[in-house]
């Protein structure tokens, strides 16, 4: 697999009989150690960013018939350029041209992130969409979806995204509770149609900010290395609804009056 979002595998082999992989040295941290940096959980605006960028690279993953089979924050590398990459595919599998995986000849992955087909020994490309969405909700509330000590392949009832989160655009959190549905055929049939509606969510948002300010379009992205630390500016309060906008390296807030949005 070819693609800048992937780490990119140079051999496999074996070695005084030990198997190994030889892959590329990545200049980054894996996101679950960046949620810690962050408190738990990534502003909305840098976790579409990241979103929109894990989901372009297993999309071109899937179409090449691979399914990674172990998708969380640990195996998801935040590089010093900005970029991600999907890390360890020491779990992947070759499937079909039909993106139907059949059974396995064992079981693995995460059980926090396994779908429940996963740990009966069967998987597809939607297996991964599930582990994503597990992912997705972590990134975004940071928590774990499901309930302690159930996770999210058996738990049932537990709060969607927006639930934990009421910054989270519904369409988002209604996006995330599909890919984790319990059964394949009910999720998002492809990365491809998940990474649509991403785009469409981080799109409208700043779209919206854009008519509040244009200036916002000379803010760097979520995230960017140039941006300061600390950077914050106050706009001007807008007369009508008393409405005033703060935006920050990290986030953007929306003041209704006095409430944070």
Not at 99 to 128: H, K, N, W
Request: glycine letters at 10%; hydrophobic letters at 40%.
């Amino acid at each position: 697999l070819s693609h800048p979002g992937i780490v990119t595998i140079f051999d496999v082999g074996k070695q005084d009989g030990r198997e190994f992989i030889a892959m590329e040295l990545v200049d980054g941290q894996p996101l679950d150690r960046l949620l810690e940096e962050r408190g738990g959980k990534l502003s909305l605006l840098e976790g579409l960013e990241i979103s929109e960028a894990v989901l372009s690279a297993l999309s071109f993953a899937h179409e090449a018939s691979v399914i990674h089979r172990d998708l969380k924050p640990s195996n998801l590398m935040k590089m010093r350029n900005g970029g991600i990459k999907i890390m360890d595919f020491g779990l992947a599998k070759k499937v079909g041209g039909n993106a139907t995986g059949g059974q396995q000849t064992f079981i693995a992955g995460t059980p926090a992130y396994m779908p429940p087909e996963q740990m009966l020994g069967a998987t597809d490309a939607r297996s991964d969409i599930f582990a994503l969405g597990a992912t997705l909700y972590e990134l975004f509330t940071g928590q774990l979806p499901g309930h302690e000590h159930e996770p999210a392949s058996i738990a049932r009832g537990y709060p969607t995204p927006r639930e934990r989160e009421a910054v989270i655009p519904e369409k988002l959190s209604s996006l995330i509770v599909r890919c984790l549905t319990a059964d394949p055929a009910k999720r998002p049939q492809s990365a491809k149609e998940v990474l649509v509606e991403v785009r469409a969510t981080k799109d409208a948002i700043m779209d919206a900010f854009r008519v509040l300010d244009p200036a916002l379009d000379a803010l760097p992205l979520p995230g960017a290395e140039e941006a300061p630390q600390h950077a914050s500016r106050e706009l001007p309060k807008k007369p009508a609804g008393g409405q005033t906008y703060r935006v920050t390296e990290q986030q953007v807030d929306v003041v209704y009056g006095g409430k944070k949005r």
